[in-house]
Structure formats: C-alpha cells, structure tokens
C-alpha cells in the first residue's frame, strides 16, 4: 500500500505570493488532515477534512485554507505568503470517520518565503 | 490552547541502554495518543498508539505507558539502537482526527 503522498517536496516562493500543496492519503482513508511544523512552534494543528468537509480548524488566519476532493486527496493553499509562513508543510491521512485511528503523515512540503 | 509538554528536549543514552521519554498533556478529554519518532527530513513516523481504557501497550522493542490520574505517558524503548536517534513525539486527540502534539524530545544513541 502506498503510504502518504505529498507534493512539491520544496517550494521557495516571494511575500506576497500564493502556494498550493497538495496530499494523497492511503488508498481507503478519507481523514486528511494539515499541520505546520516550526523550530519554534512544533507541528500545529491546521485543518481536517473528511468526506470533502472540513471538520476541525486550527487557530490560523483565513489565508490559509484547504479543500477535499471526492476521491480523498487534499490540497491546502496560504494566500498573500508571509515570511513566517516559512515551515514544513505536514499531510496526515486517517482512515476511519468515527473513532481515533492511526494518522500517518507524509514527507511534508519544505515552503520558504522570500 | 492544548499543548503536550514534554519533560526532556534533549536525552542521550548508550547504545545498547533503556530509553525513556515522558510526555505531560493537558486535556483531560483526550482518549487516544501517539508517539511519533521523525527523523531529519522526513515527517513524523508512527510509532505506538495507546487508547485511555489501557495503561500500557506493547510494540517491537517499544512500551507505552499511560497514567491518566496525573496526565502523563511515557515511551520506553529498549535496548536502544543508533537507528533510534530522533525527535520523538507524542501526540493526544482532540475532536475528530484532530491531535495536539509536544515540542519533541531528541534522543541521540551514543555507539
């Protein structure tokens, strides 16, 4: 079975800008969800979606956002890039809707902002 | 907010000793937690889940051991191998798939 699928691996983009990132859970899993992970901060909590809905927010600002498509896969996209928007980009895929199960993460995305 | 505090950020061992890294969480709702070991350049591994009807789980070389009187888990590894040298985790759930996680403990195995 595949594992976690994230893409681009490394992203430098300019303030100002915008970036999508995009993740493929394991095939069958319908829980996607998006952390930030920092020096200073850790992983934080962004968003998840589950069946093409978001059902948990994180405390971050409207410029970040994410959708689910029907066959799982998630995209994230940060508006108006920040220099501390700079971090890896971490994907988790879970796959059941109504207990806790395992999350596995992808490889992340390493975004810079210049 | 939540937070998962971790006592230790930095632990080293000898090659070959017991390994324990402990983990402080804060919300006593939490019923599930992971320990995730992450290596330079990669995202968080799974390691061992634990839910909060069990006060200890088992895996390969690895225990987890919750206490929910005083909110506290532990991750013992035994026997602590070179391979083992990495950030570890642990995480506790919120709602939905939705965890919280520490600030990480590096463990480095002296050879």
């Known amino acids: 079975k595949a594992g976690v699928t994230q893409t681009p691996r490394y992203l430098i983009k300019t303030r100002g800008q915008q970036v999508t990132l995009s993740c493929s859970p394991i095939?069958?899993?319908?829980?996607v969800s998006w952390y930030q992970q920092t020096p200073g901060q850790g992983l934080q909590f962004l968003f998840e979606y589950f069946s093409e809905t978001q059902r948990n927010k994180g405390n971050f600002p409207g410029r970040f956002s994410g959708r689910q498509f029907s066959n799982s896969r998630s995209e994230m996209n940060v508006s108006t890039l920040e220099l501390g928007d700079s971090a890896l980009y971490l994907c988790?895929?879970?796959?059941?809707?109504?207990?806790?199960?395992?999350?596995?993460f992808g490889q992340g995305t390493r975004l810079t902002v210049v | 907010g939540e937070s998962v505090g971790l006592h230790l950020p930095t632990l080293s061992v000898q090659e070959g000793d017991n390994s324990i890294i402990n983990c402080a969480y804060s919300?006593?709702?939490?019923?599930?937690f992971i320990w995730y070991k992450q290596e330079s350049g990669k995202g968080p591994q799974f390691i061992i889940d634990i839910r909060s009807n069990m006060d200890k789980r088992q895996g390969q070389r690895v225990t987890v051991l919750l206490n929910k009187t005083v909110k506290h888990l532990s991750l013992q590894i035994a026997a602590t191998q070179p391979g083992d040298s990495a950030v570890y985790f642990c995480a506790g759930n919120l709602t939905g798939n939705q965890f919280y996680f520490g600030t990480g403990t590096s463990l480095t195995v002296i050879p």
């Open positions: 919300n006593s709702a939490s019923d599930y």
């Open positions: 988790a895929s879970s796959g059941s809707g109504t207990e806790n199960t395992e999350a596995f």
């Open positions: 095939s069958g899993h319908r829980s």
